[in-house]
């Protein structure tokens, strides 16, 4: 069996497994998967600019700040779009493509940065972002503003959004899959490795760089939106939050960045050091998290996926070495 | 078995033991578990660490020098299982779900109507019950929760006890007008005010939203010279509020009342401003100097001076309403003798007893009764914070109109 059969094999099979989990699980560790589902659709979404293209972004919450928002704003001023999980079809789609006009409309100035300028002009863009929605009053980011649950009746809430952040995994991880193995994702790998070499080659890098863009601004703000009606307040400060463009780049880092499944692993580990095992420290959970976090990147620069085809790879040098002593 | 294996086995081991939850630990051993997040750490962090500290203070109070508590036959003590919720939603709701699966009914709010509301629709949801001093949005009150139970009344009518003050004075207050920094705790109240005044048929002639980091309000005090409202009420944080106060002094921006809800309160404004703070007046939800008492702590004064014997951070309001959280429940599952969820709510819906806190009663919808859970009003005068209002609470009379800048000694 091929390893491309293997991996589909392996998905598929994960696949299945999360849809019936919560058919037994309680509804604790149903929230966890939740949680994992949605913060490793981020990740994966971050991935396709910040680990294919390696123009890593440090203000893609300005992105879901601005999908929940919109999904809010479109069902206050165009009411409700039907009733039941139907009716955040119409909002969570046009708060994905409104942040992707969005991002349309920025790429082209804060794309010709490179490094650490284009991260800090994001992170600027976060912030400005989130302070307009703050500060103008129509955007009601102060006060604060409500979704209609759509969870069907009878339905607990956590069941019905682990299966909707679950769906929006699996879209982001096919996309994601979809570009690495294209001519697109050649291109942002080409980008990511020597972007003057690769335009010289011919590759349309400033193209490629801002449908990068555009694509991951668009699934983080659809997550956006489902997130903001998960919660069915948010102000400002529920969604244009730093730690959410930092933990979509310290989970990429963890998995492996640039790989298709670092950003998922990256983020199980991570959600299961955080909501599961520390828990319950009330004022060192940070404090060993930094720690953990720190002790990882030290010991596997690469990411979990980086350590794995190392170690792979020295086992096979071995084998070749035992190899081709036995023939001698 | 070698060491390595046993060391994998040993760390596989713990993993687990860390990862499975604690079950039915709730109200064994003789023991009342208040489940619930506060924010350690993120942008509530300190609210949080007030709050928290008031709940310990309670906990601290009941069973070691009250030992504990009498319920049906039995001697129970408390017991806190808190956790940080980091200022997120997410991570509240989390392992908010994460407590309620362990069985344990007695919750206490976080800080913040974006963590407490979607927290509170969770152990509503499960039957269970929250009492809370962080959680103020009218959301949480009106969509039919019934298990949820705030110290503060909701937002909307935060200022009835002000504009009844206002009221009250002679010659009586006819305008007003309205600075708020642009964040959602001031605008809520900037909000709450401008429908109660108008309400009450007081004319609201500004209402000027200010940036959250301001350097410079000269601009918008031309404004007030020029409308010359009886009342200039600012619904802004300390460092604005100093602002305000030093450059209506700097501008010779007189009104007869300048009422200002954060600031004034602390000793930083008073060394900033000198005997110009004398006559300003701003809110508090609790005063050490409110002549309120109960059975638990004693008088207000009892619960200032057990505090500060007990804990290092400077005494503010969220501690005395983080202990009344204890105390409502602690009072209602005395009244029902039981700890039985439905008979302890019953009978906090039910409750209305004298406190440290005042007169702790709740409306029907759950939030705290405005006539008796409203904000104090206190103005300083003479250097020292005297609550004016309500008047069977007030150490002084009000000052009404205070006097010019240049008249303040």
């Not at chain 1, 909501?275 to 060192?284: A, E, G, H, I, K």
């Amino acid at each position: 069996m091929s390893s491309r059969t293997t991996a589909i094999a392996i998905t598929v099979l994960l696949v299945l497994v999360a849809a019936l989990l919560p058919l037994w699980m309680g509804p604790f560790f149903t929230r966890v998967i939740q949680l994992f589902f949605f913060s490793a659709a981020l990740a994966v979404a971050w991935n396709i600019l910040g680990g294919f293209s390696g123009y890593w972004s440090f203000g893609h919450a300005a992105f879901i700040g601005m999908g929940a928002f919109s999904a809010a704003h479109l069902v206050a001023q165009l009411g409700p779009f039907g009733s039941g999980p139907w009716s955040m079809v119409v909002p969570v789609l046009a708060a994905g493509l409104i942040c992707g006009v969005f991002a349309a409309i920025i790429a082209y100035p804060i794309l010709r940065l490179r490094g650490i300028y284009f991260a800090i002009a994001m992170l600027g863009v976060s912030q400005v972002v989130g302070e307009l929605v703050n500060n103008v009053r129509w955007f009601q980011g102060g006060t604060g503003v409500f979704l209609q649950s759509p969870v069907p009746a009878g339905m607990r809430p956590e069941v019905f959004y682990y299966y909707i952040f679950g769906a929006l995994l699996l879209l982001g991880f096919l996309i994601s899959v979809a570009v690495r193995n294209a001519r697109f994702g050649y291109a942002l790998f080409a980008i990511r490795e020597d972007e003057d070499t690769a335009m010289m080659l011919g590759v349309a890098t400033e193209r490629y760089k801002i449908m990068a863009f555009v694509l991951s601004a668009t699934l983080v703000g659809m997550l956006g939106a489902v997130y903001g009606y998960s919660v069915g307040y948010l102000t400002t400060y529920t969604v244009f939050r730093l730690d959410f463009s930092l933990n979509m780049i310290v989970f990429c880092l963890i998995g492996g960045i640039g790989t298709l499944y670092g950003p998922i692993i990256g983020t199980a580990i991570m959600l299961f050091i955080t909501q599961v095992l520390l828990s319950r420290f009330l004022d060192m959970h940070l404090l060993i998290t930094g720690a953990i976090v720190v002790t990882i990147i030290l010991l596997m620069p690469g990411g979990v996926i980086g350590a794995f085809n190392s170690l792979r790879r020295k086992s096979s040098d071995q084998a070749n070495t035992t190899r081709a002593e036995a023939a001698r | 078995m070698k060491r390595r294996h046993f060391l994998q086995s040993t760390a596989a081991a713990g993993l687990v033991v860390a990862a499975t939850p604690k079950l039915a630990f709730a109200q064994s051993d003789n023991k009342i578990v208040f489940g619930g997040s506060v924010p350690m750490s993120g942008a509530a962090a300190e609210t949080g660490q007030n709050v928290l500290q008031g709940y310990e203070c309670a906990v601290k109070f009941i069973n070691e020098e009250m030992g504990g508590v009498e319920i049906d036959g039995e001697t129970y003590t408390l017991e806190l299982d808190l956790f940080d919720d980091a200022s997120d939603p997410s991570r509240a709701t989390t392992l908010i779900q994460r407590q309620v699966d362990e069985g344990v009914n007695f919750f206490l709010g976080s800080f913040g109507s974006n963590i407490v509301l979607p927290t509170c629709a969770i152990t509503e949801a499960a039957g269970r019950i929250m009492v809370q001093a962080g959680g103020g949005s009218d959301q949480i009150f009106t969509q039919g929760r019934r298990r949820v139970f705030g110290i503060f009344p909701r937002a909307s009518r935060q200022f009835v006890s002000s504009v009844e003050m206002f009221t009250s004075l002679d010659p009586a207050v006819e305008t007003a007008s309205i600075l708020y920094t642009n964040d959602p705790f001031s605008e809520s109240q900037a909000q709450g005010a401008q429908t109660e005044l108008e309400a009450a048929g007081i004319e609201v002639l500004d209402y000027i939203a200010l940036p959250a980091e301001v350097s410079d309000v000269t601009n918008v005090l031309t404004g007030i010279r020029q409308n010359a409202p009886d009342v200039l009420i600012c619904t802004t944080h300390d460092q604005t509020s100093i602002l305000i106060a030093r450059q209506m002094v700097s501008t010779d921006t007189n009104v007869p009342m300048l009422y200002q809800t954060l600031g004034p309160q602390t000793t930083a404004y008073r060394d900033a401003l000198g005997d110009y703070s004398n006559s300003v007046v701003t809110q508090s939800y609790w005063s050490e100097r409110a002549p309120y008492s109960g059975d638990y702590f004693g008088s207000a004064a009892d619960f200032a001076e057990y505090f500060r014997a007990n804990f290092d951070r400077d005494l503010v309001y969220h501690m005395a309403s983080g202990a009344a959280c204890i105390i409502s429940y602690v009072e209602a599952a005395k009244q029902a003798d039981s700890l039985d969820p439905d008979r302890v709510r019953d009978a906090l819906a039910a409750l209305d007893f004298e406190s440290y806190y005042g007169r702790i009663r709740f409306t029907e919808d759950g939030d705290g009764d405005p006539s008796l859970l409203g904000p104090i009003l206190i103005q300083r005068q003479e250097g020292q914070l005297e609550v004016i209002a309500p008047p069977e609470g007030a150490s002084a009379d009000p000052i009404y109109p205070a006097p010019d800048w240049d008249e303040r000694d």
